[in-house]
């Protein structure tokens, strides 16, 4: 069957790319030439200098300066297609395809950013703002909760009585007291492994994910732990697969586990954990939704594929029980718990009361990081298209690999695209009563930019603004409200990581 052999085919091209993209990365400190930066160095340098600081006479500076024709990617794309003849800069449509073109808009907007895409900023120094941060709508604080985590955690639950539960992804779960102390790991949660080969790109089977609150956890205790189990009998190479419990705590241990999703073994996959998704959410009805990235085990493919519970969300009773009115609880074949797809990475997942939305943020490759509004039922798109391109240069059009046919018009776009991409990770939409004129804005966090961002939607559900709350904090892996109403992030650092909270300045 010609069909199948192409998607073995492709399957080994994944892995090879998956490689060669690790293998780049760590290289990164040896010089590895970015393929904009060979076509800036073979048509632009010459102009706009090695560094884009500009040559006098021939062409302006591109960074360090404002720019006269604006610079978000579309601007820069729009001043390198049609040129300006006029001063000297010829348009360069002709010679230079599309993709070219915005490839180096988007080298141009990281530069202008400092934002370097193989500069992950890990062991940059953690710059909590010492002083009174003004910003557009609020001025905070910044206080630090606890800096004794783990360098790699990946959620926090604030509980009721101001207590915070921390996952940490190699460790396990741990409690952090009022006074930033932190209790011993809780025993009996699922079993993690710590089997990174490089701190940044960890490549782990076996991870501990998301940490989140029954709502109605005053009362009946539920935690919901997000996991991918790995496969004990699987020993010449680690797999792994989503899966998700609830528990209860007591006397410091994990009792009363159920199982809540799991697809089982047939599904473990042998892709590193990096794209296992991994957040929970509940709605104010009390579904649960599950984030699940491209952790498939035939990788891209299985994200477009109903069948398949890869590049997902899905949506499940508390209990596990699948909803009768899922999208596609009645379609032959399909993955019933599914209620929206082709996701790549999606890092953050949102119910807003407000709004009555459920919202994702999700990781583009080179550009086209989203904030997506989820319609049940809809397709997001990866990776059959995306605004980001690839770390090579080229387009994201995979679906002629994959066979796969689609029209542009069924593919959700982003209500915010961000690129160049800061690496976006989780978001709240802000409900809480300590900062008013925040009240139904996204805060949303990103590791690579290590920036906080305050994004203003409308009622119809477009970008109205979008703020810079906080620069160079650190790689901000989870955002939470507390029960007190001010705003926690998760820090990871290769010296440790920290849990800092925003109050209000006059609090
Ligand atoms: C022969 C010299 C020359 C070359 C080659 C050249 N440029 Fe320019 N470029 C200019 C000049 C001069 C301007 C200022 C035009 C103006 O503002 O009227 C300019 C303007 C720009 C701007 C707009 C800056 C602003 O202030 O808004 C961008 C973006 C840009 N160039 C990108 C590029 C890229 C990318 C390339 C390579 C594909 C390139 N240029 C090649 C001379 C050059």
Known sequence: MPGAAFRKLFLVLCVIAALAAVAWL?????????????????????????NLEGVPALGTALVNTELSHGDSVAALGKSIAHGFPQSGMQPWSAQLSAEEIRGLAIYIAERRVDRLFTDFKVDAPIAIPGGIVETEAQAFRVEIVTDRIDPLPFSIAPLPDGRILVSEKMKGLRIVETDGSVS??????????????????????????????????????WIYL????????????????????????????????EVIWNPGAEYYSFVPDIGAGGRLAFDDAGYLYISVGIKGSSNFDGVQDLAKPWGKIHRVHDDGRVPADNPFARTAGAYPTIWTYGHRSPQGLEFSNRRQQLWSTEMGPRGGDELNLLRPGRNYGWPLTSLGLNYDGSAIAYGEWLDLAFDLNDIEQPVVDFTPAPAVSSFIFYEGGQFPRWQGNALVGSLKASELYRIVLDENDRLV????????????????TGPDGNVYLLLEHAGGGQIVRLVPADA
């Open 184 to 221: 011993e790991l809780i025993s009996g949660t699922p079993a993690v492994f710590d089997d990174s080969i490089e701190l940044v790109l960890v490549w782990g089977h076996g991870w501990l994910l998301d940490v989140a609150l029954h709502p109605e956890y005053a009362s009946n205790g």
């Open 226 to 257: 997000h996991h991918t189990e790995r496969c004990a009998d699987c020993t010449l190479i680690a797999r792994s697969v989503n899966r998700v419990v609830r528990g209860r705590i007591r006397d410091g241990r994990w009792v009363d586990e």
């Open 26 to 50: 760590s290289l990164r400190e040896s010089g590895v030439v970015d393929p904009f930066v060979s076509t800036y160095d073979r048509h632009c340098s010459r102009c706009h200098g090695a």
């Open 465 to 480: 603004r979008s703020e810079v709350l906080l620069k160079r904090l650190a790689r901000i892996r989870d955002v939470e």
